[in-house]
């Protein structure tokens, strides 16, 4: 059973920047792709950004040139890069990892943005 650790969440005000990060229990480079999804107070979980194990990414529209996806597979970590924060970026973002047929969760991490 793959094991997925968030880290990195916390206050932020709007304007500034988080670094999500992402390890993993085992090698990520058989991972077929990682994901960054979040989830707000009475919303649907979304995905926020997706990386292949080829490395080609995908950002949802909201997110896109404020967020960067991204993988170290010698540390087993993806990471999420977030600048220019807006409040409703507000949610607890979740590791996402997909290997054949399984695919695995972490636990989420909170990030606030407010001032």
């Known amino acids: 059973q793959v094991q997925l650790g968030e880290s990195g969440g916390g206050l932020v005000q709007p304007g500034g920047s988080l670094r999500l990060s992402c390890a993993a229990s085992e090698s990520i480079f058989g991972f077929n792709a990682m994901a960054w999804y979040r989830q707000a107070p009475g919303k649907e979980r979304e995905l926020v950004a997706q990386?292949?194990?080829?490395?080609?990414?995908d950002y949802a529209n909201y997110v896109k040139g404020r967020f960067t996806i991204s993988r170290d597979n010698a540390k087993n970590t993806v990471y999420l890069q977030m600048n220019s924060l807006k409040p409703e970026d507000t949610a607890v973002y979740y590791c996402?990892?997909?290997?054949?047929?399984?695919?695995?969760w972490g636990q989420g991490t909170q990030v606030t943005v407010s001032s």
């Open positions: 996402h990892a997909v290997r054949g047929v399984d695919a695995y």
């Open positions: 990386i292949t194990h080829a490395g080609i990414k």
